[in-house]
């Protein structure tokens, strides 16, 4: 290897990666300095280390979209890079975390990236409070797709989820399937599959972000499953951060600036009490606006709203 090239990042494990040529080659590559931060799918400028058998990436090419979660300092950090839509996978076992899954939604509403639910293990049945979840996520207008790894059930639906040409990333939280559901899609590839250990709680399955290649030049990133995720707050819109339904409700406030948390004459609040805005979903959003306001004070006077 000699000189630079550009490549399309496909694997990261830490400071490390694997990347795709142009002529598709997959090569070990890593950042050159810490300045870079690089996700999976990521296209990067890389020239060869006359020293090892690896890549050194030299310069970050630009994105035209990428998923974005906060710190512990309220900065933001990428997850994956160069999306056209988000599947969020959730599934009856392990119980469902719907917190986490509106959280991933409204950072991909920030980042302006479609995003559809994925419903894996639906042979294990759809309670009627599950049930009812789902319905008030089709009202907020999310579609959904239900679908068996372990059957094969429906995953034509899941592959019509990702629109021909487009890349998507596979997110939710560890144990729900999603490198089960890679299999299914990819049998030829190889895809580290755990279980679960324990009939309530999953663990981390995939330790890297790993990029995988579809019929109709589809492009899918399988994500590590996650116990928590936080939305970058400098991403989000301040006013509705990434609700559908708060900011359809958002304009009927008395006041412009409103939170809706109690300021008198809040649309949104309202609709609660008429029960035509979901009340989990309502909640999930004041519980966000805490974690809003908590994160933009971590970041000081230059990143508060």
């Not at 931060?37 to 296209?43: E, I, K, M, Q």
């Not at 280390?49 to 990436?57: F, K, M, N, S």
């Not at 719907?98 to 042979?123: C, F, P």
């Not at 928590?228 to 409700?249: C, H, M, Q």
Request: proline content about 6%; charged content about 25%; overall charge positive.
């Amino acid at each position: 290897m000699s000189g630079t090239l550009e490549a399309r990042v496909v694997a990261t494990f830490g400071r490390h990666m694997t990347v795709r040529t142009a002529d598709g080659r997959l090569l070990r590559a890593r950042p050159f300095g810490r300045a870079l931060a690089v996700v999976c799918g990521d296209r990067v400028q890389c020239r060869s280390d006359p020293h090892h058998d690896e890549l050194h990436v030299t310069a970050l090419l630009p994105r035209r979209s990428a998923l974005y979660r906060a710190n512990l300092r309220g900065g933001s950090e990428p997850v994956v890079a160069n999306l056209d839509a988000l599947l969020v996978v959730l599934a009856p076992l392990p119980a469902p975390d719907l917190y986490v899954v509106d959280r991933y939604l409204a950072a991909a509403a920030s980042a302006h990236i479609g995003a559809t639910l994925v419903v894996n293990k639906e042979e294990l049945g759809i309670d009627a409070a599950l049930g009812a979840e789902l319905a008030a996520y089709a009202a907020a207008g999310y579609g959904a797709v239900r679908c068996s790894a372990a059957s094969g059930a429906n995953l034509d639906a899941l592959l019509a989820a990702i629109p021909a040409g487009a890349a998507a990333a596979l997110v939710g939280q560890s144990g729900v399937g999603k490198s089960s559901l890679v299999a299914r899609l990819l049998p030829g590839e190889q895809v580290a599959i755990g279980e679960l250990v324990r009939a309530e709680e999953g663990r981390h399955t995939t330790t890297a972000s790993r990029l995988f290649e579809l019929p109709g030049e589809r492009a899918l990133i399988d994500s590590p499953g996650v116990r928590d995720f936080a939305p970058a707050i400098d991403r989000l819109d301040a006013r509705s951060l990434g609700f559908p339904e708060v900011e359809r409700l958002a304009p009927g406030c008395r006041f412009q600036d409103c939170r809706h948390m109690r300021e008198p004459g809040c649309a949104v609040r309202a609709a609660v009490d008429a029960g035509t805005f979901h009340p989990r979903r309502y909640e999930s959003y004041r519980r966000l606006r805490v974690l809003f306001e908590k994160l933009s004070a971590a970041r000081g006077p230059a990143g508060r709203h």
